[in-house]
């Protein structure tokens, strides 16, 4: 994962810029849960708030608040509803280690319990970020591409980009359905350390990223 992770570094020195507001995930405040105060920032620095108010909102309340807090970052502010009350409540109630063994199974919305659980140890994992991932390793010409799992989308843009992937990623390296997200979490945090940053800023900017480096790699289709 050595090259992914120089790729990663330059991908950020490249692409992440202090002075703007790159994050365009906005954060409605009239749902907001009772106890988090969020300042009138950037929706980068109000997102990475939430993330840490959060966790420590969460870490410090009963099993029943946990299960709220938890729903509302998947239903809420991650918009995701297509969850039965059962599978949610698998998220609501288990520990990291049970999330994670469900492997790509629900990975967009076990992530984000995670994030509360420990917004330092974990991070989103969704199809955006996988996008960027398999993107930046075709746009670096990487040596040893290691195929990320491929998520569905409700972007028509990232799904067009994920039915060409699979044409081009037949060759690819696969990762193990029960390894994939912790490799992603090792990848995250050796990078965070080069550049004396946060997991959670780098998983924001592959998010963030994501189309462009689709309309990056349009000459290859």
């Known amino acids: 994962m050595e090259e992914i992770k120089n790729i990663l570094i330059d991908f950020f020195t490249n692409y992440h810029d202090s ?3 790159w994050y365009h995930w906005k954060i409605k405040d009239n749902l907001v849960p009772s106890g988090i105060e969020l300042p ?4 980068v620095n109000r997102n990475l708030l939430l993330k840490e108010q959060l966790h420590s909102k969460w870490s410090q309340s009963d099993i029943k608040t946990k299960g709220e807090l938890i729903e509302y970052y ?3 502010w991650g918009g995701i509803k297509g969850n039965n009350q059962e599978t949610l409540t698998f998220y609501k109630t288990k520990s990291a280690e049970e999330l994670i063994n469900l492997g790509v199974k629900g990975v967009s919305s076990w992530s984000k319990a995670l994030v509360l659980h420990d917004c330092n140890k974990y991070a989103i994992f969704d199809s955006r970020v996988s996008c960027s991932l398999n993107y930046l390793q075709i746009i670096n010409e990487s040596n040893y591409k290691v195929l990320f799992p491929i998520l569905p989308s409700r972007n028509n843009k990232i799904s067009s980009a994920n039915q060409n992937l699979k044409q081009i990623s037949k060759n690819w390296n696969k990762l193990e359905n029960d390894k994939f997200y912790e490799l992603y979490l090792s990848l995250l945090k050796e990078t965070a350390k080069e550049l004396n940053s946060n997991i959670s800023i780098i998983e924001m900017l592959l998010f963030a990223k994501a189309t462009e480096l689709i309309d990056k ?5």
């Open 19 to 21: 002075e703007s507001d």
């Open 40 to 43: 009138n920032d950037s929706r």
């Open 74 to 76: 998947i239903v809420k």
């Open 217 to 221: 790699v349009q000459k290859y289709f």
